[in-house]
């Protein structure tokens, strides 16, 4: 079984930039594809960003394409989340996400088998 751990956020005002951090407990973490996500107060949680199991596919949502930038070390069992220049509208609970399908890069939660707990980031005005 998966075991995400979600680490990084805190406070920063905007502008700012956090790196998020998703560290894995499988052996087989490369076989996964991973995704970021988030949820807002009030919000629906909504699609960040992903990418396959090589690294060499992403895909970002709109809001965040030029800002964030989604990696990961398969050696490290690690995917990152680096966020640059940080909007109030970024505040919310971050969460990982691995992917069966290695292979893509989907927007989808139900495409996504195990999750993280999430980590709050807050951006101030």
């Known amino acids: 079984q998966v075991q995400l751990v979600e680490s990084g956020g805190g406070l920063v005002q905007a502008g700012g930039s956090l790196r998020l951090s998703c560290a894995a407990s499988?052996?087989?973490?490369?076989?996964?594809?991973m995704g970021w996500f988030r949820q807002a107060p009030g919000k629906a949680r909504e699609f960040v960003a992903a990418?396959?199991?090589?690294?060499?596919?992403?895909y970002y949502t709109d809001s965040v394409k030029g800002r964030f930038t989604i990696s990961r070390d398969n050696t490290k069992n690690t995917a990152y989340l680096q966020m640059n220049s940080l909007k109030p509208t970024d505040t919310a609970v971050y969460y990982c996400?691995?992917?069966?399908?290695?292979?893509?890069?989907?927007?989808?939660?139900?495409?996504?088998?195990?999750w993280g707990q999430g980590t709050q980031v807050t951006v101030s005005s």
């Open positions: 996400a691995a992917s069966l399908l290695k292979y893509s890069t989907s927007t989808l939660q139900s495409e996504y088998n195990y």
């Open positions: 499988g052996r087989t973490f490369s076989s996964y594809a």
């Open positions: 990418i396959s199991w090589s690294g060499i596919r992403t």
